[in-house]
């Protein structure tokens, strides 16, 4: 049916006694229809077509709001899903520039400088922990904080560089997170002090980094074991030196079968097959290192 474009509550009922009706009038008149009689007629039909009308209006009229409102409604979503996508979009911007500049946004504590300054670790360190990957024990020794605030001023920490992930894949990592230390020394070149004041941090460090409870006990157990031992109370430096060997030798293939997914093993239990082998390691390495000697006397 079509659309109605005038309201038929405005229309008033033409005066069909006029003389614009005489036709339809004596189209009616005959027999018992008399010219009043017609005339009654023709009010009748009109006031039934604009009856209907009325109808067909108001259903309109309904039909029409709904629409309205559901223009409005979907009008209304797009604004609310256009504003939550930009809210959306700064959030993650700010995010981003938070974590581009951590510098610019670290919260300032409103105290007096303190008597002891805080222990940085260095980012190199503190990035591979995250990930779970190895990293020596001399970056959590004195002079690995030393090197972390060097590095800190003589490196733009947000200079990005390209490097490769565990899958091959090239990533943009921040300068300071790439680069290690010339200095870094294996552990089994470390000594026993450096390592007693390294581990703690290492421990604090992984934990921080969000290491299992599994694993971080796993390291407790390594260190305190290997303090425990009576290598360690050796009057002999070789029987020590095997300790760090071990350390050193162990801690690199937990994380190898770690990372090649072939699964590890509870490190933090000492082999002492191993610890014997590293111990003769070390005595043939001296032994080497005295004939190296006297050959070039």
């Known amino acids: 049916m079509p659309e109605l474009l005038i309201n038929p509550n405005d229309a008033v009922r033409p005066n069909f006694a006029s003389e614009d009706y005489i036709a339809a009038r004596n189209a009616l008149i005959g027999g018992n229809v008399d010219e009043q009689a017609a005339i009654a007629m023709l009010e009748n039909v009109w006031d039934a077509n604009n009856a209907a009308e009325k109808e067909i209006w108001e259903r309109q009229r309904r039909e029409d ?16 899903q256009g504003e939550e996508a930009r809210t959306v979009e700064e959030e993650s911007i700010r995010n981003e520039e938070r974590r581009k500049y951590k510098s610019k946004f670290t919260e300032i504590v409103m105290a ?21 990957m190895y990293v020596e024990m001399w970056y ?66 992984i934990h921080a980094a969000g290491w299992t409870e599994q694993r971080q006990v796993i390291m407790a157990d390594l260190f305190t074991r290997l303090q425990a031992h009576p290598y360690r109370a050796s009057r002999d430096p070789l029987d020590r030196k095997a300790l760090l060997k071990y350390l050193s030798e162990q801690r690199k ?35 080497d290192r005295e004939d190296t000697e006297r050959a070039r006397i």
């Open 253 to 287: 293939l937990w994380h190898q079968a770690i990372e090649a997914g072939t699964g590890a093993w509870n490190v933090g239990i000492l082999n002492e097959n191993l610890l014997r082998m590293a111990a003769d390691s070390v005595c043939r390495e001296r032994s």
């Open 112 to 132: 007096p400088p303190p008597d002891t300054p805080p222990e940085i670790l260095p980012a190199y360190a503190t990035t591979r922990l995250q990930k779970g």
């Open 65 to 80: 709001g709904e629409a309205d409102r559901e223009r409005e409604a979907r009008e209304r979503q797009e604004r609310e």
């Open 140 to 205: 959590f020794t004195n002079e690995g904080l030393d090197y972390a605030l060097k590095s800190a001023s003589a490196i733009d920490d947000n200079a990005l560089v390209q490097s490769v992930d565990r899958d091959g894949k090239a990533m943009w990592t921040t300068a300071a997170a790439s680069k290690g230390s010339k200095s870094a020394m294996d552990d089994r070149d470390l000594t026993w002090e450096q390592l007693s004041i390294a581990t703690p941090r290492f421990l604090d460090a």
